[in-house]
């Protein structure tokens, strides 16, 4: 152990190899809870931030509503949105597969790929959602055991 640049530093200070051994072992179980703490701030963070996505979307459109007349963005939301200025960029769904991009149609065929479902005004399909409804595409359940696309 002579020759480690850990064990070298320690020995600078005065610490036998006894208590050399004790100071890796707490740094050691540190590392690991940290590491442990890290990685379920990471769930934490990526649900959070797609409800928070969610949110910022649904106050767009509501927003652009109120603004034209009572009439929601058409099929072409993503673009509706960023260039009258309510939306810089559409955010991204953490949830599965990370993405952007907005459905507004063919909900059932694409299922779970990430991203939002919006159903434009005029829309036949997914008739238990209301026009200018927009939700998380995952039929994944949050930590309340809730669907996402519930919320």
């Given at each position: 152990m002579k020759n480690r640049f850990f064990s070298k530093f320690l020995s600078r200070f005065g610490f036998n190899k006894y208590e050399r051994i004790v100071i890796i072992i707490i740094m050691a179980v540190f590392i690991f809870f940290t590491l442990f703490k890290f990685i379920s701030s990471q769930k934490n963070f990526n649900q959070d931030a797609t409800v928070l996505g969610l949110r910022s979307l649904r106050t767009a459109v509501n927003l652009y509503y109120g603004e034209h007349g009572g009439r929601f963005p058409s099929k072409n939301i993503a673009e509706e949105l960023i260039e009258n200025g309510y939306l810089d960029?559409?955010?991204y769904n953490y949830i599965g597969d990370k993405s952007n991009k907005i459905i507004t149609s063919d909900f059932e065929d694409n299922q779970n790929l990430g991203g939002w479902c919006y159903k434009a005004p005029g829309s036949d399909e997914y008739p238990?959602?209301?026009a200018g409804s927009i939700w998380i595409n995952s039929s994944k359940k949050n930590s309340e055991n809730k669907l996402w696309s519930d919320l």
């Open positions: 960029s559409i955010p238990q959602k209301k």
